[in-house]
C-alpha cells in the first residue's frame, strides 16, 4: 500500500515556472514507476510525464516536452516535476500516480495509487 501526497501548486504568469512535488510512502516504493498526469475543467485527464523506478528512463507528453522535467530521489521518496515557460493551456488539477512496473506509461487507466491533486493555474 502506498500513499501518494502533491503540493507545490499554485498560481503562475505566463512564461513562469513551477514545481511540483510528490511524496510516496510505502516500504515498496522504489518498484513503482511515478507519473505526473493532469486534468482540466471539461477534459479527459492526461498524461504529462513518467520515471521509471531507477529514474533512468522519462517519457514525455508531446505538449510539455522541452518545457518540463521529471525527477526521482529515491532515499527521499520524492518525484519532483519542473514546469517552464508555463502557458494558460497547462492550467489544470496535476495529480501524481504510481504503478507497480520498472517502467510507466502515460495511460491513467494503467496507475494504481493517486494523490488528490494539486491545482496549477496559469493566468496573467
Known amino acids: 500500500q502506498l500513499r501518494v501526497v502533491e503540493s507545490g501548486g499554485g498560481l503562475v504568469q505566463p512564461g513562469g515556472s513551477l514545481r511540483l512535488s510528490c511524496a510516496i510512502s510505502g516500504r515498496s516504493w522504489g518498484y513503482y514507476s511515478v507519473g505526473w498526469f493532469r486534468q482540466a475543467p471539461g477534459k479527459e485527464r492526461e498524461g504529462v510525464s513518467v520515471?521509471?523506478?531507477?529514474?533512468?528512463?522519462?517519457n514525455y507528453a508531446d505538449s510539455v516536452r522541452g518545457r518540463f522535467t521529471i525527477s526521482r530521489d529515491n532515499p527521499k521518496n520524492l518525484v519532483n516535476l519542473q514546469m517552464n515557460s508555463l502557458k494558460p493551456e497547462d492550467t489544470a488539477v496535476y495529480y501524481c500516480?504510481?504503478?507497480?512496473?520498472?517502467?510507466?506509461?502515460?495511460?491513467?487507466?494503467?496507475?494504481?495509487?493517486w494523490g488528490q491533486g494539486t491545482q496549477v493555474t496559469v493566468s496573467s
Open positions: 500516480a504510481a504503478v507497480l512496473s520498472a517502467a510507466g506509461t502515460l495511460v491513467a487507466s494503467d496507475y494504481d495509487y
Open positions: 520515471i521509471s523506478t531507477k529514474g533512468d528512463v522519462t
